[in-house]
């Protein structure tokens, strides 16, 4: 659901789904190719669902899973293993609450997912529990400012909180 999400928030950023090359150029893409950071017994690999913003939730998640295998098992090939234009890591399985992820340069971004944690909300003189889930998003200040970086994320919890009246977009 995570990646499906950020693959259709990245098209409306584009200086989100880019690399920043020759030190300071800057290369966007019509499409993202989503790095999806990955431990495995040989250490952190990031392989590439490409084209992501044009395939369905349920082919994203297969291609998630697959790459997982194939990363565990160290046969994932190294031609995925390049090309991300835009890199999710996910710590939140790991119980971490919160975390800084370090960018896939040349890439102007990545998103760290976080675990779940039970907050409280006062709703009419009332403390009611819900579930929040930690989002963190690093980005290249030589591209991307802070007021930019909120609407990204602005968009993508919307997303995430709304994703079936996503799905029907």
Do not use: W
């Not at 880019?18 to 019509?30: E, I, M, Q």
């Not at 890439?107 to 409280?120: H, K, P, S, Y």
Request: aromatic share 8%; charged share 20%.
């Amino acid at each position: 659901i995570i990646l499906y999400a950020v693959s259709r928030t990245l098209i409306k950023f584009p200086d989100f789904n880019a690399h920043v090359t020759d030190g300071d150029k800057l290369r966007r893409f019509r499409h993202v190719h989503l790095g999806v950071a990955m431990d495995t017994p040989r250490g952190l690999m990031v392989p590439t669902i490409f084209n992501a913003d044009q395939k369905s939730l349920t082919e994203i998640s297969a291609e998630a899973k697959a790459l997982a295998k194939q990363a565990q098992a160290g046969s994932v090939s190294p031609d995925v293993l390049q090309g991300g234009t835009f890199t999710v890591s996910n710590l939140g399985s790991l119980g971490v609450e919160m975390f800084t992820p370090v960018i896939n340069a040349p890439q102007t971004a990545i998103l760290g997912v976080c675990n779940l944690v039970t907050r409280f909300r006062m709703t009419d003189g009332e403390a009611k529990p819900y579930q929040a889930m930690g989002l963190s998003v690093t980005y290249d200040h030589r591209v991307i400012d802070g007021a930019p970086e909120a609407r990204f994320a602005m968009e993508l919890i919307s997303y995430l909180e709304n994703f079936t009246a996503m799905l029907v977009e």
